[in-house]
Nanobody, 128 residues
Framework: QLRLMESGGGLVQPGGSLRLACTGS????????IAWYRQAPGKDRKGIAC????????LYADAVQGRFTISRDNAKNTVYLQMNSMKPEDTALYYC?????????????????????WGQGTQVTVSS
């Protein structure tokens, strides 16, 4: 399993932006799926963005398509989630997840893979 750590959460106003970071060893290896999940109070944890290192392909949940961007910095062993045009419904605990060897898939409006490694999560609150 990979050891992952998220950072960058906080309070942001509606319409604002925030960037999350996920650091961990192994994130630059081949055939790794790296994703961002989120869990709002009282709801299930859902995959919202994912990147497959085998080909760099990125996938997004319908709810964040066009607003969020997942990217990698191999030199820093870091995966980012840039969140723009944020909405109150983006408020959640955000987790980084990784698995290997595998790829992400788009399923039922969300992204998914059989993730074995998880970070502790970082809170994001969108409120005025």
């Amino acid at each position: 399993q990979l050891r992952l750590m998220e950072s960058g959460g906080g309070l942001v106003q509606p319409g604002g932006s925030l960037r999350l970071a996920c650091t961990g060893s192994g994130l630059t290896s081949d055939y790794v799926a790296i994703a961002w999940y989120r869990q709002a109070p009282g709801k299930d944890r859902k995959g919202i963005a994912c990147v497959s290192t085998s080909d760099g392909n990125t996938l997004y949940a319908d709810a964040v398509q066009g607003r969020f961007t997942i990217s990698r910095d191999n030199a820093k062993n870091t995966v980012y989630l840039q969140m723009n045009s944020m909405k109150p419904e983006d408020t959640a605990l955000y987790y980084c997840a990784a698995a290997s060897p595998t790829r992400c898939i788009y399923y039922n409006t969300y992204v998914w893979a059989d993730f074995a490694s998880w970070g502790q999560g970082t809170q994001v609150t969108v409120s005025s």
